[in-house]
């Protein structure tokens, strides 16, 4: 098993920056990506970007540009930078880990507790 914990979230103004982290635990040898789901309110939660322990990156179209996904495998973490955010951005963020990545869009394996992004003015 993998345990996820995410850090940072909050409020912030459009146009804003915010960091998110996300520290892994357990069996951190069976992970073969990291990254970050989001879910807005009433709607399905979507893929925002994943990073694969040998720094291959993919992102949404939607935030392209905005967000930056980093990993430190010394560490076990991942973190995200969103720049430019957006009141559409506004969401509960999760942490994810894939046993096997084959796509963005791939089966998740493990998730964390979430925490919650907010832009507002």
């Known amino acids: 098993q993998v345990q996820l914990v995410e850090s940072g979230g909050g409020l912030v103004q459009p146009g804003g920056s915010l960091g998110l982290s996300c520290a892994a635990s357990g069996s951190i040898n069976s992970i073969a990506a990291m990254g970050w789901y989001r879910q807005a309110p009433g709607k399905q939660r979507e893929v925002v970007a994943a990073i694969t322990s040998g720094g291959r990156i993919n992102y949404a179209d939607s935030v392209k540009g905005r967000f930056t996904i980093s990993r430190d495998n010394a560490k076990n973490s991942v973190s995200l930078q969103m720049n430019g955010l957006k009141p559409e951005d506004t969401a509960v963020y999760y942490c994810?880990?894939?046993?096997?990545?084959?796509?963005?869009?791939?089966?998740?394996?493990?998730w964390g507790q979430g925490t919650q992004v907010t832009v507002s003015s």
């Open positions: 994810v880990a894939y046993r096997w990545y084959l796509s963005l869009n791939g089966p998740v394996d493990y």
